[in-house]
């Protein structure tokens, strides 16, 4: 049993250099080390792995607690002699290591000195994740997160500063925390997405799991982030982690360390992760088809990723409009660039991009496509410098034309006239607000379909993104939501406009579709129904929780791109909606952009 915490502070001193401590009372049962700073020596330990700058040591006296991990990671070197198998007893400084701020810390022992092979060639055992140890926790991160990692404001606490007492069995960083510098064996791990620029790759293992979609990923909703997901890091032996693998991929079990590096826990393995199965990327094509008419209008939504028009992607972009989203009568596009892509020369016309797109489509399917975009001022926008990137609308004018069109400039702010109708269409929304500083001003536009004489109305959204938040493993609690008070004040903005629409008209039907980079359950989106009265889709439509998602990051499938419609449409029979899994699910070869597009079925008919 572990020697109580109030004796060890009692005993430090002289005491120190005469009693050895346990690797279990150095690492102490919270975050940080009671021993940080502190010389400490004859620690004693089972060397379990190698890695090219130390090793880690297990103890040979281990404690009963399950919050004090019995491992450490040495950093330095031990000599070429001393191998996996030994036990080994050294001296050296006990030492809390971050490469940044955000980060939690790493606690080492640096500098190691003294180093003594006591026995050679023991048996080195792997703790299986799940079966030697709990399962680790399926919902949350941290005590200090109040119940819900998306709390408003985030950055409240710092791990590192209220340095609680571990509760592995209730928060997955505390979990993993516990169990640093471990070896460990993960069965039957899964792959969340495919791997990082680094080939490190998130995965689960044979344990209980919260958030699972069909296609085997986890995916993110409201106060569940996926904690007991972790990252299979650098190999230990130089080896690399494949780059072809992809979400609900199967790999062999996977023997490592815990560690905490780069701002995240992860497991470096021994050697490389392997495949042992692999699942089709392909997703299916919508099952929606239009009517050709204001019945059933078929709207597309779909963030291409930075398209210039000599995009090596914008052909493919071209197919999957075809393929999959069977050329919809109306598209919402995001991150369309200016004719000279991300040249910083002072173009700020799409023309050439959204012409040579239609051109494509044209020539692979022969369906024809108007468009229809404002261009912003240069530069001004945020983005990819000199790319100008904005919101645009594909359109078939056989099924769908604007209504009473005049066409917005950049500076022109569109405003809804009795009608209702748009006093620019298409127009940007209050394009001087200070909301949208360095960010994509909406897109609004009114349009009548065949059959029909009212207009329906649309709203083209490109949020500011999360760009200068912080990692979800990280000190600060809860984490930073980078951004988040901009997309509040962008939100506002923007609901406020379709609030002036369906005050003159509470029937008029109304679409708001885009990049919203945000997740329907946080406080932007909520303030975003809340001032417009407009309705999430996916709820609408009953798209299942688990299956609510346009794009992979770090543990999560998660939804930044959504489409929010007015109570009309949202309680309509001939309202559909499906999401087109193109790119989250793929291998990063195949990816043809970040985001998956989505497409729905409207009656946009007069009412
Ligand atoms: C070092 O630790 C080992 C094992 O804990 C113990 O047997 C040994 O007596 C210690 N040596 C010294 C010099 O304290
Ligand atoms: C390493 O082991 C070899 C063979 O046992 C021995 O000759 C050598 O002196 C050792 N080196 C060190 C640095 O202990
Ligand atoms: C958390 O840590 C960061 C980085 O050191 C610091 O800027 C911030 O003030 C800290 N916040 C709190 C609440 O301690
Ligand atoms: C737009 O681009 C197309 C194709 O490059 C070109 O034919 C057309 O003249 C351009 N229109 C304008 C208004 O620049
Ligand atoms: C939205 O903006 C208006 C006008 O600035 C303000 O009065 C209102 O409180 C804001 N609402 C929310 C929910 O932020």
Known sequence: MKVTSSFLLGAIG??????????????????????????????????????????????????????????????GSVGA?????????????????????????????????????????????PLVIGKDTPSPPTKAFSGLDGGDIYNLPGGVANLSVVNPVLKPKEYGLDFWESLSGELVTVRKPTAIQRPNNYRDTWVYGDWAVTGKNKHGGLT???????????????????????????????????????????????????????????????????????????????????????????????????????????TPDLIFIQEIQDGSGPTDDGVVSANATLSALT???????????????????????????????????????????????????????????????????????????????????PIAAAWVAKGSKKPFFTVNVHFSSKGGGTSLHGDVRPPLNGAVAKRMLQANVTATFIAGILRQRPKAKVIAAGDFNEFSFVGPMKTFTSVSGMVDLDEAAKIPVLERYTYAYDMNAQALDHMYVSPELAKSKSTKYEHLHVNSWAASADMVSDHDPSVALFDVCDC
């Open 14 to 75: 002289l005491q120190r250099l005469a009693a050895a401590l346990t690797i279990a009372e150095i690492n102490g049962n919270k975050f940080l080390s009671p021993y940080s700073g502190q010389t400490v020596t004859n620690v004693t330990g089972l060397l379990v792995a190698k890695g090219p700058n130390g090793v880690w040591i297990r103890s040979t006296t281990p404690d009963d607690d399950p919050t004090t991990s019995e491992a450490i990671y040495v950093f």
């Open 81 to 125: 002699n001393v191998t996996v198998g030994d036990i080994i007893s050294l001296d050296g400084k006990v030492t809390e290591y971050r490469a940044q701020t955000t980060y939690l810390y790493l606690t080492e022992i640096t500098s190691p000195k003294n180093v003594k092979v006591i026995s050679s060639g023991n048996t080195v055992t």
């Open 220 to 326: 993110m909703s409201a106060d569940d982030s996926n904690p007991e997901v972790i990252i299979i890091g650098t190999p230990l032996d130089g080896t690399k982690n494949p780059t072809t693998t992809k979400m609900g991929d199967q790999f062999e079990d996977v023997t490592g360390i815990v560690q905490n590096a780069f701002g995240f826990y992860n497991i470096l393995p021994l050697t490389a992760l392997k495949t042992s199965s692999s699942v089709a990327a392909t997703a299916g094509a919508t099952t929606l088809k239009t009517t050709k008419d204001c019945r059933g209008l078929t709207v597309g939504d779909y963030n291409v990723e930075n398209l210039a028009p000599n995009s090596a992607h914008l052909p493919k972009i071209a197919a999957h409009i075809i393929d999959y989203l069977k």
């Open 359 to 441: 051109a494509s489509i044209e020539s692979l399917s022969g369906v024809s496509y108007a468009f229809a975009s404002v261009d912003p001022a240069n530069n001004l926008d945020g983005g990819q410098p000199g790319g100008n990137i904005r919101q645009a609308y594909l359109y078939r004018p056989e099924v769908v034309t604007l209504y009473k069109p005049n066409q917005g400039s950049g500076s022109d702010a569109t405003v809804v006239q009795a009608g209702p109708k748009l006093s620019f269409n298409p127009g940007r929304i209050e394009p001087d607000n200070e909301a949208w500083a360095a960010s994509r001003k």
